[in-house]
């Protein structure tokens, strides 16, 4: 599987919040930065970043653009989702996914709020 393809399985992961599916395209340590709010090490507390008590239900995730430049996969996009204090909310994203061994091994999020 290709990176673009393993990027595109954890989106897809994402979207139906299948855990499996999302754990199986990342390293036993991987990383997740979401700049400003949070980093995760390892595959257990990613897993437990998945589906976040703050927010109800799977994102809906639209992946507008991605760039692949060695072991980098970028992706930009726009999302929406349901969050348990504050009701639905729409947001921009930016992922930078790292690979090591055909696997991602670190993601870097950049979420912006948009009305």
């Given at each position: 599987?290709?990176?673009?393809?393993?990027?595109?399985?954890?989106?897809?992961?994402?979207?139906?919040?299948?855990?499996?599916?999302?754990?199986?395209?990342?390293?036993?340590?991987?990383?997740?930065?979401?700049?400003?709010h949070r980093t995760t090490a390892g595959k257990d507390e990613?897993?437990?970043?998945?589906?976040?008590?703050?927010?109800?239900?799977?994102?809906?995730?639209?992946?507008?653009?991605?760039?692949?430049?060695?072991?980098?996969?970028?992706?930009?996009?726009?999302?929406?989702?349901?969050?348990?204090?504050?009701?639905?909310?729409?947001?921009?994203?930016?992922?930078?996914?790292?690979?090591?061994?055909?696997?991602?091994?670190?993601?870097?999020?950049?979420?912006?709020?948009?009305?």
């Open positions: 599987m290709s990176q673009r393809d393993l990027v595109a399985e954890y989106f897809a992961g994402f979207r139906a919040s299948d855990h499996p599916r999302i754990l199986a395209t990342l390293t036993d340590d991987v990383e997740w930065v979401i700049h400003g990613f897993d437990g970043e998945i589906e976040n008590p703050g927010f109800k239900g799977s994102p809906d995730l639209d992946v507008q653009r991605v760039f692949e430049d060695g072991p980098v996969v970028v992706t930009t996009g726009e999302g929406r989702g349901v969050s348990v204090e504050h009701g639905p909310f729409r947001f921009a994203f930016n992922d930078l996914f790292t690979f090591r061994d055909g696997l991602i091994a670190r993601v870097d999020s950049y979420v912006v709020p948009l009305p």
